[in-house]
């Protein structure tokens, strides 16, 4: 029998203080969750949301209209034992996207309330593309077509360094204090990054802008933690027998974490208390997370789908599997890290394989799998080039680009076809076709791309050897025997 506890409701009609960009499921269960919870302890109403998606669901943000703004959070510590939560610090949602071959409907409105001086902290989550930064250099990419438009139109931007740049240009004119821009996307240095696509963006417009940025805009950097599955039918299903009809509800794991550097010039909610961790560097545990839980979760993703599994849990039920991720996180991700004093990072890939054995929760493994492109530098390549460089091997890591290289095939071992979601998946394709099964030179062609691999990364003796050894082994083979 499930054993359900229910959160006290959520109090309406706060102040807005924060806009968010990307209103997805992860902002809905993790930062408004954070808020909401600051609200219920506190009483202060002054740190409402304006959450706004940029390119997509317009019916996310119109039902949430509907709804009043509120949504259901249930948070599931196993299959028998959930927490729900009613979540009303969402104040307003918009749209900016493309809605019948029209951009920017609700754009002027949210460019106003960015510019309004209650508004003292802008958020995002809008994954690793959405700051069109070049995965391997960092540069802004001014040849994509939509920062080309941005860069074109600045009044009437499409992209979120180009809000965020419009919107500190109308406060630096009319003399409001910039907000802060605290990024909550999974990319080592955050906040860094994001500051690199608004100041190279903002140098295309105007050098005194740009200066401006550099000088007077916080760039927090933030690492955020929870594992949120796309919904489910079967996830609406459960809810409803709990008695909640919410076509905007979102199902998680009760673990949360997210920990923030200390720079809010505008200032802040006081959310320590609500289990915000405020700390001076970020840097550490964002490498931690990013090379130990993210990292796995894409060994996973691409070994799962290739033998036909759909879920995290299904994938770590494997001893196999289960093995290879202990191997990579203790000998291969581990080692790179530079932690606080105090930090068991054996006790904390434990927690994480626990974490994955969550039997409550559906987390796809081609949901995670999207985007590998953008991913793969900060999850693999970054601890694999320090490993190397030591003169140790990764063979969990080359396996995984291996089996992320015959991912993006577009097929499964036995044949089974599925969508690649990748801003590259069509070059990648291509690639596929001109090269077939042929391992060395299809290994070569992709170690090539160095908008995700760094040169002096591909050049390293053996690597290239060591992911031909591994794709052929998969694509000629098994699974399993690549595993062996």
């Given at each position: 029998m499930t054993q359900l506890k229910r959160a006290p409701a959520a109090p309406r009609q706060g102040r807005i203080g924060i806009v968010h960009l990307g209103l997805g499921a992860f902002h809905r269960a993790h930062q408004a969750v954070y808020l909401e919870r600051y609200r219920q302890r506190t009483g202060d109403a002054a740190w409402g949301i304006s959450s706004a998606n940029l390119r997509s669901s317009v019916g996310l943000v119109d039902t949430l209209r509907e709804a009043g703004h509120c949504h259901?959070?249930?948070?599931?510590?196993?299959?028998?034992?959930?927490?729900?939560?009613?979540?009303?610090?969402?104040?307003?949602?918009?749209?900016?996207?493309?809605?019948?071959?029209?951009?920017?409907?609700?754009?002027?409105?949210?460019?106003?309330?960015?510019?309004?001086?209650?508004?003292?902290?802008?958020?995002?989550?809008?994954?690793?593309?959405?700051?069109?930064?070049s995965p391997a250099s960092g540069d802004l990419l001014i040849d994509d077509p939509m920062i080309a438009f941005d860069i074109a139109n600045p009044a009437s931007p499409r992209t979120a360094p180009g809000i965020l740049v419009e919107a500190l240009a109308r406060r630096r004119a009319a003399g409001v204090a910039p907000f802060t821009?605290?990024?909550?996307?999974?990319?080592?240095?955050?906040?860094?990054?994001?500051?690199?696509?608004?100041?190279?963006?903002a140098a295309r417009r105007d050098a005194a802008l740009a200066e401006w940025v550099e000088r007077a805009v916080a760039f927090p950097c933030s690492m955020v933690d929870r594992i949120v599955p796309a919904m489910t039918e079967t996830d609406f299903a459960r809810l409803a027998e709990l008695g909640v009809e919410d076509k905007n509800a979102v199902v998680c794991e009760a673990f949360a974490q997210w920990v923030v550097e200390e720079d809010f010039p505008q200032g802040r909610p006081a959310w320590e208390a609500d289990g915000v961790e405020m700390v001076s560097d970020v840097a550490p545990f964002e490498a931690m997370k990013l090379r130990m839980l993210n990292g796995s979760h894409s060994l996973l993703a691409y070994l799962g789908a290739l033998d036909g599994i759909a879920t995290v849990f299904e994938a770590v039920s494997r001893d196999d599997l289960e093995t290879l991720?202990?191997?990579?996180?203790?000998?291969?991700?581990?080692?790179?890290?530079?932690?606080?004093?105090?930090?068991?990072?054996?006790?904390?890939?434990?927690?994480?394989?626990?974490?994955?054995?969550?039997?409550?929760l559906r987390h796809r493994l081609q949901q995670i799998a999207m985007d590998g492109s953008q991913k793969l530098p900060q999850r693999w390549l970054d601890g694999a080039g320090m490993r190397l460089e030591a003169g140790e091997p990764v063979p969990c890591t080359t396996l995984g680009i291996a089996?992320?290289?015959?991912?993006?095939?577009?097929?499964?071992?036995?044949?089974?076809?599925?969508?690649?979601d990748d801003p590259l998946a069509e070059h990648f394709q291509a690639l596929?076709?001109?090269?077939?099964?042929?391992?060395?030179?299809?290994?070569?062609?992709?170690?090539?791309?160095?908008?995700?691999?760094?040169?002096?990364?591909?050049?390293?003796?053996?690597?290239?050897?060591?992911?031909?050894?591994?794709?052929?082994?998969?694509?000629?083979?098994?699974?399993?025997?690549?595993?062996?």
């Open positions: 259901h959070v249930a948070e599931y510590a196993d299959s028998e034992s959930v927490t729900l939560r009613e979540i009303g610090v969402i104040e307003e949602t918009l749209f900016t996207g493309q809605e019948d071959g029209q951009w920017g409907r609700d754009l002027e409105a949210l460019l106003t309330r960015m510019t309004a001086p209650e508004t003292r902290i802008v958020t995002l989550t809008v994954t690793e593309k959405g700051y069109f930064l821009v605290l990024s909550c996307d999974n990319m080592p240095d955050n906040g860094k990054r994001t500051r690199a696509a608004v100041s190279q963006l991720l202990r191997r990579y996180m203790l000998e291969e991700a581990a080692p790179t890290l530079a932690m606080p004093e105090g930090t068991d990072l054996e006790e904390y890939a434990e927690r994480l394989i626990a974490r994955f054995a969550n039997d409550s089996a992320w290289i015959r991912y993006t095939k577009g097929e499964d071992l036995s044949g089974n076809p599925y969508p690649v596929h076709q001109r090269h077939g099964e042929d391992a060395d030179t299809l290994v070569r062609a992709f170690l090539a791309e160095d908008a995700i691999f760094a040169p002096e990364l591909a050049q390293m003796p053996g690597f290239r050897e060591a992911v031909v050894t591994a794709y052929h082994t998969l694509t000629q083979r098994s699974l399993s025997a690549a595993l062996a």
